[in-house]
Nanobody, 132 residues
Framework: EVQLVESGGGLVQPGGSLRLSCAGS????????IGWFRQAPGKEREGVSC????????YYADSVKGRFTMSSDNAKKSIYLQMNRLQPEDTDVYYC?????????????????????????WGQGTQVTVSS
């Protein structure tokens, strides 16, 4: 059974930083893309960033490009999201998600523009609040 467990959320002031972690386990497949997604109450879930197992490529949504950096530890099936220069509009529940497919990060990221992100597995989420 695939499990994704996020951690690292919290309260931070505008301009501050946080580092999220997602520990994955139970993967029985080698081809996948794994990413970070976020959702505010009453809004649709949106993609933030992703990485592909096929080539290690990454993709970032325009709203976080230059501020957020995603990294991974393939051996641990874990990913991380370093979030810098956080703003109040970054306040959301952040989720880790996996799609079991041979797909590049760019192709997966661009697919979010058509009907929202599709994944096979989700974590439980971690709250990030940016407020003074």
């Amino acid at each position: 059974e695939v499990q994704l467990v996020e951690s690292g959320g919290g309260l931070v002031q505008p301009g501050g930083s946080l580092r999220l972690s997602c520990a994955g386990s139970g993967f029985t497949f080698d081809d996948y893309a794994i990413g970070w997604f976020r959702q505010a109450p009453g809004k649709e879930r949106e993609g933030v960033s992703c990485i592909s197992s096929s080539d290690g490529g990454t993709y970032y949504a325009d709203s976080v490009k230059g501020r957020f950096t995603m990294s991974s530890d393939n051996a641990k099936k874990s990913i991380y999201l370093q979030m810098n220069r956080l703003q109040p509009e970054d306040t959301d529940v952040y989720y880790c998600g996996v799609i079991q497919r041979l797909i590049s990060a760019t192709e997966y990221g661009k697919s979010w523009n058509y009907g929202g992100p599709v994944t096979d597995y989700w974590g439980q989420g971690t709250q990030v609040t940016v407020s003074s």
